[in-house]
């Protein structure tokens, strides 16, 4: 059974950098070929796709938060990372992250954490 478990801080003051960890078991992200994402909720709002690191070390995304996010692993923890920097409340939101494979689709997600962005 594959778990993940998102990890970070639930407060993050404005224009401070966002970053959260996601600890994964019962797989390796270096398995070929998953790809390893995050997503977030905003409230009353839908589902926004952020990027993934696939099994590869490569990683991707979304052109709109390109210029301030970044997703990175340490293979050796199991882990993948993402950091979104200038944090402002509309990155308020549930953060998720997921394994997505090229046949099962996202089929495994963490519990998802609550992150506020206020002062």
């Known amino acids: 059974q594959v778990h993940l478990q998102e990890s970070g801080p639930g407060l993050v003051k404005p224009s401070q950098t966002l970053s959260l960890s996601c600890t994964v078991t019962g797989d390796s992200i270096t398995t070929k070929y998953f790809y390893w994402s995050w997503i977030r909720q905003p409230p009353g709002k839908g589902l926004e796709w952020l990027g993934y690191i696939a099994y590869d070390g490569s990683a991707f995304v979304t052109p709109r938060l390109q210029s301030r996010t970044s997703i990175s692993r340490d293979s050796s923890k199991n882990q993948f990372t993402l950091q979104l920097n200038s944090a402002t409340p509309e990155d308020t939101a549930v953060y998720y992250c997921?394994?997505?494979?090229?046949?099962?689709?996202?089929?495994?997600w963490g519990q998802g954490i609550q992150v506020t962005v206020s002062a």
């Open positions: 997921a394994r997505e494979g090229r046949r099962e689709g996202y089929d495994y």
